[in-house]
């Protein structure tokens, strides 16, 4: 079974420039999460999609940053009008259900690490 | 908003001996999660807890859900150069879904 695929694993971009992250689930997984990890810090939550759906978007910047989960396909993280403080790596998890006790374990990628130059 | 307090930041330690780590939360938890993170790679999960008070060992790991479910700590016994990466506890609130707030790591070094 595949695991959490990411892709791409390092993205460039020059400032102003677009960013789009793409992220598949674990087969049989219906919850996306995405986090945000700065060097040597902890994840910070950002986004949480079920299919079509954005549950929880309260990690999430107001402005340029944005996710979906659609139907079919990956889920995409898409950074508009990037800044160099946008560079870090970000991860995709993915979970089976929610609410315990069983199968609520997130699963990550490998993350993709973004720099901005 | 929720906080989670990890220590020790690092850790140096020689190979054979052992390891402990803990967490401690300003409000309830009622899932903790222990990831193992290596360079340049995603967090893969060690151990979950989901009731207060509940020990749960994995190989050479043991972790612990604490009784006032606003701790959590994880062993590591006989430690090994493998061991050597950043460990990082997560705590799922309720009513949160499924978001996990992380602790900020604990660095483990081990010298053969």
């Known amino acids: 079974n595949a695991g959490v695929m990411q892709n791409p694993r390092h993205l460039v971009r020059r400032r102003g420039q677009e960013a789009r992250l793409r992220c598949s689930p674990m087969k049989g997984h219906s919850h996306v999460y995405w986090y945000r990890q700065l060097p040597e810090e902890g994840l910070k939550f950002m986004v949480y999609?079920?299919?079509?759906?954005?549950?929880?978007e309260s990690g999430m910047p107001k402005e340029r940053f944005s996710a979906e989960f659609p139907k079919e396909g990956p889920s995409i993280l898409r950074i508009q009008q990037v800044v160099r403080g946008d560079s870090a790596a970000y991860f995709c998890?993915?979970?089976?259900?929610?609410?315990?006790?069983?199968?609520?374990?997130?699963?990550f990628g490998q993350g993709t690490r973004l720099t901005v130059v | 908003g929720q906080q989670l307090n990890q220590s020790p930041q690092s850790m140096f330690i020689q190979e054979g001996e052992d390891v402990s780590m803990n967490c401690t939360s300003s409000?309830?938890?009622?899932?903790w999660l222990w990831y193992k993170q290596d360079p340049g790679e995603g967090p893969v999960l060690l151990i979950a807890l989901y009731k207060a008070g509940e020990l749960t060992s994995n190989g050479r790991l043991t972790a612990q859900f604490g009784i006032t479910r606003k701790d959590s700590f994880l062993n590591i016994s006989a430690s090994i150069p493998s061991d050597v990466g950043i460990y990082f506890c997560?705590?799922?609130?309720?009513?949160?879904?499924?978001?996990?707030?992380f602790g900020q790591g604990t660095e483990l070094s081990v010298k053969p």
């Open positions: 998890a993915s979970s089976v259900t929610v609410g315990g006790p069983v199968n609520t374990e997130a699963f």
């Open positions: 997560a705590g799922q609130g309720n009513n949160q879904g499924g978001k996990l707030i």
């Open positions: 409000s309830i938890f009622n899932t």
């Open positions: 999609l079920q299919k079509e759906n954005i549950i929880d």
